[in-house]
Structure formats: C-alpha cells, structure tokens
T-cell receptor, first 111, second 115 residues
Framework: DAKTTQPPSMDCAEGRAANLPCNHS???????VYWYRQIHSQGPQYIIH???NNETNEMASLIITEDRKSSTLILPHATLRDTAVYYC????????????FGDGTTLTVKP | EAGVAQSPRYKIIEKRQSVAFWCNPI?????LYWYQQILGQGPKLLIQ????????DSQLPKDRFSAERLKGVDSTLKIQPAKLEDSAVYLC?????????????FGQGTRLTVV
C-alpha cells in the first residue's frame, strides 16, 4: 500500500468546517483513499472512501485532487464529538481490514 | 446489527505470564483481523483470517503470539509469555466477503498492561 503523510494535529472551532489534508504521492491507479477515525477508547470507525471522484456521505466529504496525489477530508460542521484521530489510508479495495495505519491527525474541536 | 465484541476490556498481567483475548465478529463476516495499537501510534495488523484459515500472519511475533479462529466465527489471540513491550490495545475487526469496496468494522479493543 502507498504511504500517506498527515499533519500530526489540527484544531477547529465548533460549528466550522474541518479540513484534514493527506498526501499520497505514490498512490497506484487501483488504490483507493480511505478515511477512518478513532475516538478516544474506541476502535477505528470507517468514514468514507473514494478512487478519483469526490465523494460525500452523511458524515463527511472527500475531495481528491485530479492527479490523486493528495486528498482532503471535510467535516462540514464540526462538533465536539468529532474530536478524534483521523487516519488516511491508501489501499486496494479488495481487502477491507488489511490497512496500513500511520499515526494520523489528532483533530481537536474547540467550543 | 450487533458490532464486533471483544473481551475483556482491560487486562493487567505481570511479565512472563500468559493472556488471551476473545473476539466475536459481526454475524456473517468471513474475514477477521487482529491489530495491535501501541499508545500514540496507529493500529498495526497482526493477523488476518478468511473463515477459519490464516491469510496473512507476517506481522505476528510467532515466538510468543498465537491466534486461532475455530469454526470460522469467534477468534482468540494469545500471548505467552508476555513482555513489557506487549502493553497495547488489541483490536479485532471483521469485514464481509463480497465483491466491491468493503469496510472493516472494529471492536472497542482490549487494553493490555504488562507490569
């Protein structure tokens, strides 16, 4: 799986959009970008994934650059409960749990 | 739908002792994973099962760690003997076997402290 680079920490004001960047410059054509988050004392939770088109679901939006070398996870209206570690993972889609997790970005949402 | 169940939630043992963790995946999920997460780091895959067969155990320290998934449902992960550096959260995850994109569902984990 391709390596990803994320900032170690970010802050966001409650109610504002949180934009979490991820670099994956060595991504292959058949690799997807997945995002998980891990709230304190819980297991990781799937958020969203995409190949090359932008994706949106009830939790977040995923913006992937045209060259696919980077992506941004957007939480449109961050709440205190969104405080967590966010992991950007790049992998082929056929093996859901065989993910290489980096150290992620610790997002702190502040009131 | 019930989630991935793990027990115990917490365990404290002395070094050189043995310990076992249990995982019950989501019903019908063919694939099961065990991860180790050391404090401050992301989870690291230890072993992957497909039904009751091992698909990948390349990251499992086989001199002290063992895992099994009898009957392709529940799984146990054992450490014998434990070392101080085994202190971590042990996460179990499962995913369905179907075509196309899939996601993995994680349990809450077992926090092991070796003293």
């Amino acid at each position: 799986d391709a390596k990803t680079t994320q900032p170690p920490s970010m802050d966001c004001a409650e109610g504002r959009a949180a934009n979490l960047p991820c670099n994956h410059s060595t991504i292959s054509g058949n690799e997807y970008v997945y995002w998980y988050r891990q709230i304190h004392s819980q297991g990781p939770q799937y958020i969203i994934h995409g190949l090359k088109n932008n994706e949106t679901n009830e939790m977040a939006s995923l913006i992937i650059t045209e060259d696919r070398k980077s992506s941004t996870l957007i939480l449109p209206h961050a709440t205190l409960r969104d405080t967590a570690v966010y992991y950007c993972i790049v992998r082929v889609d056929t093996n859901a749990g065989k993910s290489t997790f980096g150290d992620g970005t610790t997002l702190t949402v502040k009131p | 739908e019930a989630g991935v169940a793990q027990s115990p939630r917490y365990k404290i043992i002395e070094k050189r002792q043995s310990v076992a963790f249990w995982c019950n995946p989501i019903s019908g999920h063919a694939t099961l994973y065990w991860y180790q997460q050391i404090l401050g780091q992301g989870p690291k895959l230890l072993i992957q099962f497909q039904n009751n067969g091992v698909v990948d155990d390349s990251q499992l320290p086989k001199d002290r760690f063992s895992a099994e998934r009898l009957k392709g449902v529940d799984s146990t992960l054992k450490i014998q003997p434990a070392k101080l550096e085994d202190s971590a959260v042990y996460l179990c995850a499962s995913s369905p076997r179907r075509r196309g994109n899939t996601e993995a569902f994680f349990g809450q984990g077992t926090r092991l402290t070796v003293v």
